[in-house]
């Protein structure tokens, strides 16, 4: 199409000045620049004859250019919204100790040993720790611990943690101590505190038990131990006198880790195209009018 230009011209002059009122818009499709000059003339002085023009600039949008914005905003969201995604995918991370060891594990089953994730034995003043273990959206996990007591007190002590928010632990959130709300036990098969003891893998989820709680970290006999948080309790055999003693030397601790319902890219994807749909119909309603 070409360039649309409406002129309205009042010429003036007087002994000096020369000027021209004209409003003059120029505005090129499908959008650009438009441009409104007010006055244009000459001063005239000293026998000498100085030109001016006055002139204002304005951007003047138009419905196709609106249109090709709101693409490119719509896409440019569903980009960082996948990259984000990508980026922090979810994770678990703890640290924990045992009087006297422990494996831990992260199952997809409650009645089934999961994958290992550290070990360690006869070291409880010490935590050990793992991070970043990714988890599969939508998918259930368990979090385990084989708990095994050489004689006097025993107990199971330790702090965890998700990133990202696609899954929470059984208290609704993205952290969790061991306490005894959140955790169920159960007895191993096989009822020895050798270390290692392959037979661990028999008896996940067979009582689903209440823990006995035994004091926050920082407790006697044990103190306190770093990198553990404060609120963390002593848990271990419920049947246990005091301090965690129980004729049970190896017990089998399980939380489970839920997925938290949330738009995935393939959603997302499909609201950015149903935007752009919706937008389209409104041009055309537009091209209409």
Not at 53 to 75: S, W
Not at 187 to 196: L, S, V
Request: net charge negative; charged share 10%; aromatic share 12%.
């Amino acid at each position: 199409m070409p360039s649309t230009t409406t002129n309205v011209s009042h010429l003036k002059e007087n002994k000096h000045v020369n000027w021209r009122l004209t409003p003059n818009f120029l505005l090129t499709y499908p959008c650009g620049i438009g441009r409104i000059r007010l006055i244009s003339g000459s001063l005239d002085l000293f026998s000498a004859s100085f030109p001016f023009t006055f002139d204002i600039l304005i951007f003047v949008p138009c419905e196709e250019f609106a249109m090709r914005v709101l693409r490119g905003v719509l896409l440019l969201c569903a980009l960082l919204t996948v990259s984000l995604s990508a980026a922090m995918a979810d994770s678990l991370s703890g640290t924990l100790t045992v009087d006297n060891g422990f494996y831990a594990y992260l199952s997809t089953s409650a009645t089934s040993q999961g994958t290992l994730l550290l070990a360690e034995a006869n070291s409880w003043q010490t935590p050990a720790s793992f991070s970043n273990i990714a988890l599969t959206s939508g998918i259930t996990y368990y979090l385990q611990i084989a708990a095994f007591n050489q004689g006097g007190p025993g107990g199971v002590l330790g702090s965890f943690s998700l990133s990202g928010t696609s899954f929470a632990f059984g208290n609704g959130t993205q952290t969790l101590d061991t306490n005894t709300t959140d955790w169920t036990y159960s007895y191993a098969t096989a009822n020895t505190a050798t270390y290692p003891n392959t037979d661990v893998a028999s008896g996940w989820g067979s009582s689903a038990l209440a823990p006995g709680g035994y004091g926050t970290n920082g407790v006697g006999p044990w103190g306190t131990i770093a990198g553990i948080d404060s609120n963390a309790q002593w848990i271990w055999d419920a049947t246990s006198s005091s301090y965690g003693n129980s004729s049970q030397p190896q017990l089998l601790f399980e939380a489970s880790i839920t997925p938290v319902a949330t738009p995935e890219p393939g959603s997302l994807f499909l609201l950015v195209s149903g935007l752009l749909t919706v937008a389209g119909m409104g041009r055309r309603r537009l091209a209409k009018m």
